[in-house]
């Protein structure tokens, strides 16, 4: 547990003015995935001014290096890692502005504002020097929303050593603590027929039906769905097959030669993606044998599944920092959304967590966090430092 005196000095130090300021600075630059090279120098630049030691990082990434502080107590004991990314969203650049103890623009609620909270706690770790021991590192890069990242300098980060022995991320949720996350991988299945779209008095009678076997796909789907639903986990929900798009023909009577389909599969046991992917491939195959079609098959895992223990000690140290702010532990619950920390989970092995302000409108032009949120958020993760690297 954190003492009291601790929870107090920590409290008073997370300056609200100082963490707003912070985030207007990184919200005033626009940085559309793939150019964080602006926000990066400015958040550098912040950091130094604070006097924390700063690292660049090119973790695959030259434009934008990563923005790196190691926080050492001089003490030995766990390493706290806070990850953020500086990217956003290409949506209009929307500046920010606040209003009625709201702060709104783009990349208020993802997660700027978060970013902001994160620096606020190494300040306020520093100013009270209640870091007993261990160390936090601050990661934050760009290459992160998709599809126009590629999450590459997530990978060269790990792969250069930047990681902690558990991770939190600062992404806009708040309501429970994600213990868990599915998988997912998005398919495309191509069916084929030989020959041209042609009118459809004049097509041959054993013409095979692409549109006709991509109903018969989607059936067969639905079907697979329901038998891997018995795959199940507390937090995670269960796997699933779902179809989101269907595509073919131009016009009412004419027999098209190519039919689209495009969904996602999502698993709750980590490493299933081959496995998963196996299933679909399967049933393709035997589809495109019965219908005289070609079908292909295009997999793209996103994410593998994660899952961290109830009795980890960063699940502790967490509760204890929320439970200290907030008057009560977080129930846990699942990520219903695929962030850095799946990349971290598979990668590098490490526990992580989820957790930001309870912000809004994240992926559109009305993004909105309350003040209020970013400095509780600032105090429960020095807190949970404090509770976490001591050991
Ligand atoms: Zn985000």
Request: aromatic fraction near 6%; include cysteine; charge should be negative.
């Amino acid at each position: 547990m954190v003492s009291e005196t601790i929870v107090k000095d920590i409290s008073r130090a997370v300056d609200r003015d100082r963490l707003l300021s912070t985030a207007i600075d990184l919200i005033s630059i626009p940085s559309p995935t793939r150019s964080a090279d602006k926000i990066s120098n400015r958040l550098s630049e912040i950091l130094q001014n604070d006097g924390f030691a700063v690292e660049r990082v090119e973790a695959n990434w030259p434009k934008a290096p990563a923005v790196v502080v190691r926080f050492e107590s001089g003490k030995r004991g766990r390493t706290l890692q806070f990850d953020g990314h500086l990217d956003t969203v290409h949506l209009p650049y929307v500046p920010p502005r606040i209003d009625n103890g709201i702060l709104r623009g783009l990349g208020a609620a993802d997660m700027k504002g978060g970013i902001a909270a994160c620096v606020e706690a190494l300040r306020a770790l520093r100013e009270t020097r209640a870091l007993p021991a261990g160390e936090v590192l601050f990661t934050a890069h760009d290459h992160h929303e998709g599809p126009w990242g590629d999450k590459r300098q997530i990978k060269g980060l790990i792969d250069a050593g930047y990681v902690g022995d558990a991770v939190l991320f600062p992404e806009y949720l708040s309501n429970r603590l994600p213990l868990a996350g599915r998988g997912m991988a998005i398919f495309q299945m191509t069916i084929h027929r030989t020959g041209e779209a042609i009118h459809e008095v004049l097509r041959p009678a054993d013409l095979p039906d692409v549109l006709g076997t991509g109903a018969k796909l989607i059936g067969q789907l639905g079907a697979l769905g329901k038998q891997i639903s018995a795959n199940a986990h507390p937090y995670m929900g269960n796997d699933s097959v779902f179809v989101g798009q269907i595509s073919s023909g131009e016009i009412y009577n004419q027999s098209p030669a190519q039919c689209h389909i495009q969904g996602t599969r999502r698993w709750v046991q980590p490493g299933y993606a081959p496995a998963a992917r196996a299933e679909l491939e399967t049933l393709v195959e035997r589809l495109a044998e019965t219908s005289n079609t070609q079908i292909d098959l295009n997999w793209q895992t996103r994410a593998d599944a994660f899952s961290v223990a109830e009795t980890d000690p960063i699940v502790l140290a967490f509760q204890n920092a929320h439970r200290a702010i907030a008057g009560h532990p977080l129930p846990f619950g699942d990520k219903p959304f695929v962030d850095d920390g799946n990349r971290y989970a598979a990668l590098a092995d490490v526990p992580v967590l989820t957790h930001g302000p309870n912000a809004r409108g994240a992926h559109t032009t009305d993004e909105w966090v309350p003040l209020d949120e970013l400095v509780r958020v600032a105090r429960v993760y020095a807190l949970t430092a404090i509770g976490y690297c001591n050991c």
